[in-house]
């Protein structure tokens, strides 16, 4: 996982690094386009046909996913990949802290103590290369922001789909399918899509 992750994330920066590409927010749509076929694939190969929670549940993280997608992938048009690492290596604090409010789990404090400490682990990490490489752009840090409260909100709807029954395939499979549907129309209605198509 770590080993594809960081191909990933390499990859990402040289597209976004591209002379004259800037549809950022379409790489958001091939990440959820490869999600949504990969478990369609999966749910044939399991046998797996019903859907145990209701599509408003899927809404719900559809909405959480395009946000934190598509604020992630614009803030690199303003901001460099090592700012963008610092700010979403924080996302840990926020997950736990709406586990605590949304979903009344119980975090003992040294949980939080070691959240914080992995936090700064990843920040001073990624330090390195952000003292090297600065690129501090306002509108870039608001949205990788508004990404990473997003992001937070996500694993932890997801608890609640699960309470239906759903197996992870299928949390996955519909959460990216109605994301896929919303992102083509409104990609293609804001001619993002047709650019970045012709762009490669």
């Given at each position: 996982?770590?080993?594809?992750?960081?191909?990933?994330?390499?990859?990402?920066?040289?597209?976004?690094?591209?002379?004259?590409?800037?549809?950022?927010?379409?790489?958001?749509?091939?990440?959820?386009?490869?999600?949504?076929?990969?478990?369609?694939?999966?749910?044939?190969?399991?046998?797996?046909?019903?859907?145990?929670?209701?599509?408003?549940?899927?809404?719900?993280?559809?909405?959480?996913?395009?946000?934190?997608?598509?604020?992630?992938?614009?803030?690199?048009?303003?901001?460099?990949?090592?700012?963008?690492?610092?700010?979403?290596?924080?996302?840990?604090?926020?997950?736990?802290?709406?586990?605590?409010?949304?979903?009344?789990?119980?975090?003992?404090?040294?949980?939080?103590?070691f959240g914080i400490l992995i936090s700064l682990g990843m920040v001073f990490f990624a330090a390195a290369d952000f003292q090297v490489y600065p690129d501090f752009n306002i509108l870039g840090v608001g949205l990788v922001s508004v990404s990473v409260i997003a992001d937070a909100f996500l694993?932890?709807?997801?608890?609640?789909?699960?309470?239906?029954?759903?197996?992870?395939?299928?949390?996955?499979?519909?959460?990216?399918?109605?994301?896929?549907?919303?992102?083509?129309?409104?990609?293609?209605?804001?001619?993002?899509?047709?650019?970045?198509?012709?762009?490669?």
């Amino acid at each position: 996982i770590i080993f594809f992750f960081s191909c990933h994330n390499y990859m990402q920066e040289l597209i976004m690094n591209l002379p004259g590409f800037k549809q950022g927010i379409v790489l958001g749509y091939l990440e959820v386009l490869g999600v949504a076929v990969c478990s369609g694939v999966e749910r044939r190969l399991m046998n797996e046909t019903t859907r145990r929670a209701p599509w408003t549940s899927y809404l719900m993280l559809c909405l959480f996913l395009v946000i934190s997608s598509a604020t992630s992938n614009i803030a690199l048009a303003y901001i460099n990949y090592p700012t963008k690492v610092v700010f979403r290596s924080c996302k840990l604090i926020p997950t736990m802290v709406i586990a605590v409010t949304m979903n009344k789990k119980k975090v003992r404090g040294f949980e939080f103590m070691f959240g914080i400490l992995i936090s700064l682990g990843m920040v001073f990490f990624a330090a390195a290369d952000f003292q090297v490489y600065p690129d501090f752009n306002i509108l870039g840090v608001g949205l990788v922001s508004v990404s990473v409260i997003a992001d937070a909100f996500l694993p932890n709807y997801q608890e609640r789909v699960f309470d239906h029954g759903s197996s992870r395939i299928e949390v996955t499979y519909f959460t990216n399918i109605l994301c896929l549907g919303f992102m083509t129309v409104f990609f293609t209605l804001t001619g993002d899509l047709g650019t970045a198509l012709t762009y490669a």
